[in-house]
C-alpha cells in the first residue's frame, strides 16, 4: 500500500536523478582510478537525496504525531548534517605522502560537489544538478588537459651525499641549484665522521618540469664530492 505522503513518484524521481547525476561524476573518478569511483559516488549523491526528501516531508502527513496537526519542519537542518558529514567521508580519501605531495583532494572535493547534487535533487530541482554534473563533469575532464599547462611552483627534496673534503661544501652546492632558479626553502645536514661523510637534505621551489628537476640532480655527479643523490 502506497503511503500518504504527497507525490509519491516525484520523489522517487528526484532519487533517481540523483542516481543518474552521482553515477556520471562517479564513472569518471573510476576511470581515473580513484578510490572513490563509481559506487562511492553514486550512493553519496542518492543517500543526500534521500536525507534531504525525507528532511523535507518527514512529518508532512497529518496524524503523525499525537493531535493530528500538519507539522512542517525546517529542512536546514538535516542539509547541514550532510555538509558536515562529508567532510569526514572526504578525508578518507587524502593521502598525504611523502614531502609536500597530497593526493585525493579532487575526489574528496568531487564527493562534497556530489553531495550538494544530491541536495539539490532531493529539494525536487531538475535543471540545478543537471547544470552542477555538466560543470564537474568539464572540471575533472577538459580542465584537466589544461591544468598540466599552467606554470606553477613545485616543492621537492633532493638528498645529497657528499665526501668530507675539508672545504666548505654547502655554498657549492648552494651555488648549483640557485643558477638553476630553484630556490632553497631549507637545507638540514647530518654529517657521519667515522665515514668521513655528510648528507644534505635541500628543500628547493622552483617552476620546473621533472625532467628539469632529474638533470639538476644529476649533474650534482659533476662535482667529485659527490657519491649519491635522489629527489623526492
Known amino acids: 500500500m502506497m503511503s500518504g505522503y504527497p507525490y509519491e513518484v516525484s520523489l522517487l524521481l528526484r532519487l533517481l536523478l540523483a542516481v543518474v547525476c552521482g553515477a556520471v561524476l562517479g564513472y569518471e573518478r573510476e576511470r581515473a582510478g580513484r578510490s572513490a569511483g563509481l559506487r562511492t559516488n ?3 549523491c542518492m543517500g543526500a537525496a534521500l536525507m534531504m526528501v525525507v528532511s523535507k516531508y518527514f512529518y508532512y502527513k ?3 504525531i499525537p493531535g493530528n496537526i500538519t507539522v512542517a519542519l525546517d529542512p536546514s537542518r538535516i542539509a547541514a548534517q550532510i555538509v558536515t558529514g562529508i567532510g569526514f567521508l572526504g578525508a578518507g580519501v587524502i593521502i598525504k605522502e611523502t614531502g ?4 585525493g583532494l579532487t575526489t574528496a572535493a568531487t564527493l562534497w560537489f556530489n553531495a550538494g547534487v544530491g541536495m539539490a535533487c532531493g529539494a ?3 535543471v540545478m544538478p543537471i547544470f552542477c554534473v555538466i560543470i564537474g563533469i568539464s572540471a575533472l ?3 584537466k588537459k589544461f591544468e598540466f599547462k599552467i606554470p606553477r611552483v613545485r616543492y621537492k627534496t633532493i638528498h645529497v651525499d ?5 672545504k666548505p661544501l654547502l655554498p657549492v652546492l648552494k651555488e648549483h641549484f640557485l643558477r638553476r ?5 631549507n637545507v638540514n645536514f647530518n654529517q657521519n665522521f667515522d665515514e ?3 648528507s644534505y637534505d635541500f628543500m628547493v621551489k622552483g617552476i620546473y618540469s621533472d625532467e628539469s628537476m632529474l638533470l639538476c640532480a644529476s649533474q650534482l655527479e659533476d662535482y667529485g664530492f659527490v657519491h649519491q643523490m635522489r629527489v623526492s
Request: with cysteine.
Open 141 to 143: 575532464t577538459i580542465l
Open 162 to 166: 657528499c665526501d668530507c673534503t675539508g
Open 196 to 198: 668521513s661523510s655528510i
Open 100 to 103: 609536500a605531495l597530497v593526493k
Open 181 to 185: 632558479n630553484m630556490q632553497i626553502i
Open 42 to 44: 553514486l550512493l553519496v
Open 124 to 126: 525536487g530541482m531538475v
Open 62 to 64: 497529518s496524524a503523525e
